[in-house]
């Protein structure tokens, strides 16, 4: 496979700034905060791929991170 499927595979679809702070339990202000003391600059509205990616390594795994 390649990385663009196996990206897939491990994020199938962007997420809103919501769900992000929905599989932290967290509101989408607190995500907003703890992205802006790590220097995370991500879109208002979609979240790419590797968005998700940085997001992850920079908070760690989210407890209720959505299958789909």
Do not use: C
Request: glycine letters at 2%; a positive charge; aromatic letters at 8%.
């Amino acid at each position: 496979k390649n990385s663009k499927e196996k990206n897939q595979q491990a994020f199938p679809r962007a997420n809103t700034r919501l769900e992000v702070a929905e599989e932290y339990s967290i509101s989408r202000r607190t995500l907003r905060r703890r992205l802006k003391v790590l220097n995370i600059q991500i879109s208002p509205w979609q979240t790419r791929t590797g968005d998700l990616k940085r997001i992850y390594q920079a908070l760690g795994e989210p407890p209720y991170k959505k299958e789909e």
